[in-house]
């Protein structure tokens, strides 16, 4: 892995195989519906030293929406690429037709994987709206649609 | 063309001669609506078991009527035995209204119990059953059907399921049991009614 120049002060980092101190490998996925977070799953590796900056991720999730929102209206794809960004933490996102925005809090993955994450994830996320239990615009709870999303998370980001 | 009911290769021509020329609707849509149908007897019923039931008993006034239409399609006349309505059910029936087959397997001693395995089915395209509803038989509708068929041809079963898909089994199992065979006059019946 190659360092990255001045990490986030104070930002301890996991000491995990190739990473070095200082450096965190910050990947987390959200689906975010008409009016609060549907489902959430982190994939990077989440060392139990990350205290107060624990909820950062969400910090910086939430504040990249606006910027979702302004990109969503200038181009008619569904993939918006890099939306935002918060230091060395990178946000991608993607909407649905339905309204629903799949971002991605990352710190340097190219966009084509998460592209195609995005679209694999899109599929699932379908799939799942026909499930006759699952209410419209409510919390994904299936243990199958999260580890299907890992599998893919696996498959594209890693 | 009265035929009677008779091996598996005839049960199984008969479904799919029926199938070919019946009128056919999309499955997804059928399946989403039997699953928006299972989703609001949910809410009004909430107790599990009352809804196993209702199911059935839904299942049961479809059977009733379906029966009608698949002698006229079929144009079998009776069966000889219990083992070639099991045969029919499976290869014909089941293929002719929902285009799957099941197999027949199972049988007891004497011949009066037999099991209905489906491998596939399709009201259960996109379903995955959430943790709280796990005493729930899904289709138990098809339960329903079978017996409210079997009744109009003056048998009478009782039908459930053993096994299911959506609780983790890889293939369904619905159990019939004949009961008796109903020998009774036409105005006793109409009594009941």
């Not at chain 1, 979702?68 to 690429?81: G, P």
Request: charged share 25%; net charge negative; aromatic share 10%.
């Amino acid at each position: 892995r190659r360092a990255r120049p001045g990490g986030d002060g104070g930002f301890p980092g996991p000491a995990g195989a190739g990473l070095t101190v200082g450096e965190t490998n910050m990947l987390v996925f959200m689906i975010v519906g008409r009016a609060e977070p549907l489902y959430e799953a982190n994939f990077g590796a989440s060392s139990s030293s990350r205290d107060d900056s624990s909820y950062i991720h969400q910090f910086v999730l939430h504040s990249s929406l606006d910027m979702v929102e302004n990109t969503m209206w200038t181009t008619s794809a569904l993939y918006l690429r890099q939306v935002d960004r918060f230091n060395n933490f990178l946000v991608n996102a993607y909407v649905t037709a339905g309204g629903v925005y799949l971002l991605l809090l990352h710190e340097g993955k190219s966009d084509d994987s998460v592209r195609q994450f995005f679209q694999d994830v899109h599929e699932l996320y379908v799939k799942h709206l026909l499930n006759p239990f699952h209410q419209a615009d409510s919390a994904i709870v299936s243990p199958s649609f999260d580890a299907s999303v890992k599998a893919a998370a696996r498959k594209f980001l890693q | 063309m009265a035929t009677r009911g008779g091996s598996v290769a005839t049960a199984s021509r008969l479904g799919e001669q029926v199938w070919s020329r019946m009128n056919k609707v999309n499955g997804e849509l059928f399946a989403l609506t039997y699953g928006a149908l299972v989703n609001q007897l949910l809410r009004d019923f909430e107790d599990v078991d009352a809804i196993n039931e209702q199911l059935e008993k839904m299942g049961y006034n479809i059977g009733v009527r379906l029966i009608d239409e698949f002698l006229a399609k079929t144009g079998v006349s009776s069966c000889e035995s219990f083992r070639d309505t099991a045969e029919l059910i499976a290869k014909a029936g089941f293929r002719a209204f929902l285009g799957v087959s099941a197999e027949v397997g199972g049988w007891n001693a004497d011949s009066t119990a037999f099991s209905l395995m489906l491998a596939d089915n399709p009201l259960t395209e996109f379903v995955e059953l959430p943790p709280q509803y796990r005493g729930l038989y899904y289709s138990n509708i098809l339960c329903g059907v079978i017996r409210g068929a079997l009744e109009m041809v003056q048998i009478r079963v009782e039908c459930r399921f053993v096994r299911d898909v959506l609780h983790g089994d890889d293939v369904s199992e619905i159990r019939v049991e004949l009961k008796e065979r109903i020998h009774d006059e036409m105005a006793d019946e109409y009594k009941e009614g």
